[in-house]
T-cell receptor, first 110, second 111 residues
Framework: EDQVTQSPEALRLQEGESSSLNCSYT??????LFWYRQDPGKGPEFLFT???AGEEKEKERLKATLTKKESFLHITAPKPEDSATYLC???????????FGTGTRLKVLA | NAGVTQTPKFQVLKTGQSMTLQCAQD?????MYWYRQDPGMGLRLIYY???????DKGEVPNGYNVSRLNKREFSLRLESAAPSQTSVYFC??????????FGQGTRLTVV
């Protein structure tokens, strides 16, 4: 069964304190792995797509990496405005469905 | 460019009432999706439509029906609402082997 597990469930960081969020997945043929940011009361906002092991993508203070079994979202020197829930999703080969993890709630304190 | 638009944004229903959640996208995407989001459960797929004229069940389809009215519109209907259907509902669309784009959600309470 295709599955996505995110850890930790919640993370509190001081401003400037770098850390990583984990997304472990089992899927029958990965079409793509996606990272989203979700602010309270809003829909998920797309951040990155990764397609194959070894791929990396960067945007401002965020960097996403992918291996054959997991993905990491590295946050370098975070700011309070980075506080949000970060969601990971996979799309399996031969299907149009996206399977989501339960997310990591990130709080960055000033 | 509006992206994915959902209506209504908020709704309160009594148990047993019916309603339809509307979703429209203006990105010429083939695939559209309905998810529900509950605390601690993440986003769970209710139904999806890979292309105009087709619909398929997702993980939690019971109690729901969908209609892919045309390429732009994908509606979700609750025939007889139950308190267990209290949730935030998101519509999404995508154009192929790419990311999905989400609407802002409909917050539904069934009392």
């Amino acid at each position: 069964e295709d599955q996505v597990t995110q850890s930790p469930e919640a993370l509190r960081l001081q401003e400037g304190e770098s850390s990583s969020l984990n997304c472990s997945y089992t899927v029958s043929g990965l079409r793509g792995l996606f990272w989203y940011r979700q602010d309270p009361g809003k829909g998920p906002e797309f951040l990155f797509t990764l397609y194959s092991a070894g791929e990396e993508k960067e945007k401002e203070r965020l960097k996403a990496t992918l291996t054959k079994k997991e993905s990491f979202l590295h946050i370098t020197a975070p700011k309070p405005e980075d506080s949000a829930t970060y969601l990971c999703a996979v799309q399996a080969g031969g299907t149009y469905k996206y399977i989501f993890g339960t997310g990591t709630r990130l709080k960055v304190l000033a | 460019n509006a992206g994915v638009t959902q209506t209504p944004k908020f709704q309160v229903l009594k148990t047993g009432q019916s309603m339809t959640l509307q979703c429209a996208q203006d990105m010429n995407h083939n695939s559209m999706y309905w998810y529900r989001q509950d605390p601690g459960m993440g986003l769970r797929l209710i139904y999806y439509s890979a292309s105009e004229g087709t619909t398929d069940k997702g993980e939690v389809p019971n109690g729901y029906n969908v209609s892919r009215l045309n390429k732009r519109e994908f509606s979700l209907r609750l025939e007889s609402a139950a308190p267990s259907q209290t949730s935030v509902y998101f519509c999404a669309s995508n154009g192929g082997n790419t990311e999905a784009f989400f609407g802002q959600g409909t917050r539904l309470t069934v009392v």
